[in-house]
């Protein structure tokens, strides 16, 4: 039976490994994932400057990541592809944001079926070395 239900990307990818990823840099207590205050604060100030012709693009304005726990399935994915890779340059460490760019090509490529048809290889193995 467990063969017989789709994986959705929604579930696995949005509301899975980006939520994951945002609580590890954002709400753990200890550890070396976690981002210092300043971080936090300079990652809100950039996603409310973004250019406003960026914004109209987005489905949602983004919102603080202090409302991270109310995020819905588009914010994570407007952070994963589009907003993200502006705003956490220079905020994380470069072995993080390496890794959040493996996920984050990957899964722009295969969200694209023009892309996935040409570069649906180059995607396997970004995920394969993000995992």
Known sequence: M???FPIYYMHQVL???QRRLLNIWINEKKGLGRLHTNSFNFINDRLFKLP???RK???CKPRSLKHLPHFKA?????FLLYT???VL???LSTDQYTHFLCLSIAITILSNTNMAKDYRQYAHELLLYFA
Do not use: H, Y
């Not at 588009?74 to 407007?78: D, H, K, N, Q």
């Open 2 to 4: 467990i063969n017989a």
């Open 15 to 17: 509301l899975g490994v």
């Open 52 to 54: 406003n012709q960026a």
């Open 57 to 59: 693009e987005l489905a």
């Open 74 to 78: 588009t914010e994570f994915r407007s």
């Open 84 to 86: 993200g890779k502006v």
């Open 89 to 91: 340059k220079n905020m």
